[in-house]
């Protein structure tokens, strides 16, 4: 089957990855510089095309992608006319909060611990989030939550769960609600259901098992499936989504096994370009044996098209999703949305 042109588009903008904005000053909307997630600490732009859309991170020097305000984004001495798209808070339609900006974990390809430390940490309370989404309610379509572990993951869970609560209580069940946490014991995916959570996120990072242990030292792989595998229960279909890393160094296989593992439970897998963050780039480098590298676009592409079967077969839709990655898919090629 022939891919569309904008999705091989999108796909070579998600291989480059940034963007350079000569004049700041004239971008429509003020760059997103979020505390977690793929381009933690770095300044981010949302473009849309043909109902698609893509993230990309600022750039100091135009080396073959750049915007131009009013024109569109020249990239690789073509023109292609995109349309700015304002990010709410994180991404656009959604607060995507982070809870807490420390993390006592150190994944390698993770920048999250590297921003905060003791002295700057940031926690939001309850009440705290509840005032942010109510400041933003008319442009948002849903609630997403992650956080970093400063202590234990019990705690980080309680937290959230207390954050899903507030609010459920204060906007009922106008918001959709989905949370992205590091669990660790049956009881936490229980809590946050119980709490009013609609979707979870439980990232598997890396579905190879060499890979993980490289890159998650302090993680458990087993334990760690198997959290996916019981929020699928408790969730459901189409309610739960997890991040599998492509660019780790890992088996090319192994991505789209671990796509398929996942749909048979009903989870929906992120199949997520590295980003080489500048801060963790030497670490992950060294680690890996320099065999981290963002994918290119033939194989973003290639992994979407087999996860796309592996859905349609299994009957799970990614459309179905109301918040976080699958809603968004700026970062992704996302089957059965962009192709
Ligand atoms: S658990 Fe790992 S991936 Fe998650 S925030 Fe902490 S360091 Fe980052
Ligand atoms: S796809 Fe996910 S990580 Fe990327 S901008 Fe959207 S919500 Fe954030």
Same mark, same amino acid.
């Given at each position: 089957?022939?891919?569309?042109?904008?999705?091989?588009?999108?796909?070579?903008?998600?291989? &480059?990855?940034?963007?350079?904005?000569?004049?700041?000053?004239?971008?429509?909307?003020?760059?997103?510089?979020?505390?977690?997630?793929?381009?933690?600490?770095?300044?981010?732009?949302?473009?849309?095309?043909?109902?698609?859309?893509?993230? *990309?991170?600022?750039?100091?020097?135009?080396?073959?992608?750049?915007?131009?305000?009013?024109?569109?984004?020249?990239?690789?001495?073509?023109?292609?006319?995109?349309?700015?798209?304002?990010?709410?808070? &994180?991404?656009?339609?959604?607060?995507?909060?982070?809870?807490?900006?420390?993390?006592?974990?150190?994944?390698?390809?993770?920048?999250?611990? *590297?921003?905060?430390? &003791?002295?700057? =940490? =940031?926690?939001?309370?309850?009440?705290?989030?509840?005032?942010?989404?109510?400041?933003?309610?008319?442009?948002?379509?849903?609630?997403?939550?992650?956080?970093?572990?400063?202590?234990?993951?019990?705690?980080?869970?309680? &937290?959230?769960?207390?954050?899903?609560?507030?609010?459920?209580?204060?906007?009922?069940?106008?918001?959709?609600?989905?949370?992205?946490?590091?669990?660790?014991?049956?009881?936490?995916?229980?809590?946050?259901?119980?709490?009013?959570?609609?979707?979870?996120?439980?990232?598997?990072?890396?579905?190879?098992?060499?890979?993980?242990?490289?890159?998650?030292?302090?993680?458990?792989? =087993?334990?760690?499936?198997?959290?996916?595998?019981?929020?699928?229960?408790?969730?459901?279909?189409?309610?739960?989504?997890?991040?599998?890393?492509?660019?780790?160094?890992?088996?090319?296989?192994?991505?789209?096994?671990?796509?398929?593992?996942?749909?048979?439970?009903?989870?929906?897998?992120?199949?997520?370009? *590295?980003? *080489?963050?500048?801060?963790?780039?030497? =670490?992950?480098?060294?680690?890996?044996?320099?065999?981290?590298?963002?994918?290119?676009?033939?194989?973003?592409?290639?992994?979407?098209?087999?996860?796309?079967?592996?859905?349609?077969?299994?009957?799970?839709?990614?459309?179905?999703?109301?918040?976080?990655?699958?809603?968004?898919?700026?970062?992704?090629?996302?089957?059965?949305?962009?192709?």
């Amino acid at each position: 089957m022939s891919v569309p042109k904008a999705t091989l588009f999108k796909a070579r903008l998600l291989e &480059h990855g940034k963007v350079y904005v000569a004049n700041k000053k004239e971008l429509a909307y003020i760059p997103d510089h979020s505390t977690a997630g793929p381009s933690a600490g770095l300044d981010c732009v949302f473009f849309g095309f043909e109902k698609k859309l893509v993230r *990309l991170s600022l750039s100091p020097m135009d080396d073959g992608c750049s915007y131009i305000p009013g024109e569109g984004l020249r990239f690789q001495g073509e023109t292609y006319p995109v349309v700015e798209v304002e990010s709410v808070l &994180h991404c656009p339609r959604q607060a995507f909060l982070n809870l807490d900006s420390n993390c006592r974990y150190g994944c390698l390809f993770c920048a999250t611990p *590297l921003l905060s430390s &003791h002295v700057n =940490r =940031r926690v939001m309370r309850d009440e705290v989030v509840v005032r942010i989404v109510e400041r933003v309610r008319r442009r948002i379509e849903g609630v997403a939550l992650t956080t970093g572990v400063f202590d234990t993951p019990e705690e980080s869970v309680k &937290h959230m769960a207390r954050v899903v609560k507030a609010l459920r209580e204060h906007f009922g069940d106008s918001l959709p609600i989905g949370v992205e946490p590091l669990v660790t014991e049956k009881r936490h995916v229980n809590l946050l259901y119980e709490a009013g959570a609609d979707e979870i996120k439980v990232n598997v990072e890396s579905f190879d098992p060499k890979t993980f242990r490289i890159v998650c030292p302090e993680l458990d792989y =087993r334990l760690n499936l198997e959290m996916v595998r019981y929020a699928a229960e408790v969730f459901g279909d189409n309610r739960v989504c997890s991040n599998i890393i492509v660019g780790l160094g890992e088996p090319e296989a192994s991505v789209d096994e671990g796509a398929r593992v996942l749909a048979d439970w009903g989870v929906v897998a992120s199949l997520r370009p *590295l980003t *080489l963050h500048p801060l963790v780039m030497g =670490r992950l480098n060294e680690a890996t044996g320099g065999r981290a590298a963002r994918p290119n676009a033939d194989r973003m592409i290639r992994h979407a098209l087999k996860h796309r079967d592996v859905l349609e077969e299994r009957g799970i839709d990614t459309r179905k999703f109301k918040t976080m990655c699958l809603k968004c898919t700026a970062c992704d090629i996302v089957p059965q949305k962009d192709l």
